[in-house]
């Protein structure tokens, strides 16, 4: 059975840094591509950084500079630094494990964790 378990978010006030954290099992955790993505209200699901199986990273240009995605294939963990942050970060962060499957891509999704950034 595959799970993905996010923790870390919480409240902050902008300018302020959070640490997420995903803690994979149920797969063979270094052949999967690593990402974070987040809803915000009324918003479509967002990819806000991922992190391939090789260690290649990238970022949208709205979190670029300020979020950096990380691995720990020994712990099967990914981290998501947030420095700098912005009220128009504020969403539910989810956590999400892909993997080429012949000509389909098949994702698992953590249940997601709040994060809220205001004054």
């Known amino acids: 059975q595959v799970q993905l378990v996010e923790s870390g978010g919480g409240s902050v006030q902008p300018g302020g840094s959070l640490r997420l954290s995903c803690a994979a099992s149920?797969?063979?955790?270094?052949?999967?591509?690593m990402s974070w993505y987040r809803q915000a209200p009324g918003k479509e699901r967002e990819r806000v950084a991922v992190i391939s199986s090789g260690g290649h990273t990238f970022y949208p240009n709205s979190v670029k500079g300020r979020f950096t995605i990380s691995r720990d294939n020994t712990k099967n963990t990914v981290t998501l630094q947030m420095n700098t942050l912005k009220p128009e970060d504020t969403a539910v962060y989810y956590c999400?494990?892909?993997?080429?499957?012949?000509?389909?891509?098949?994702?698992?999704w953590g249940q997601g964790t709040q994060v809220s950034v205001s004054s």
């Open positions: 999400n494990a892909g993997i080429s499957e012949g000509t389909d891509w098949l994702n698992y």
């Open positions: 149920g797969i063979i955790f270094s052949r999967y591509a």
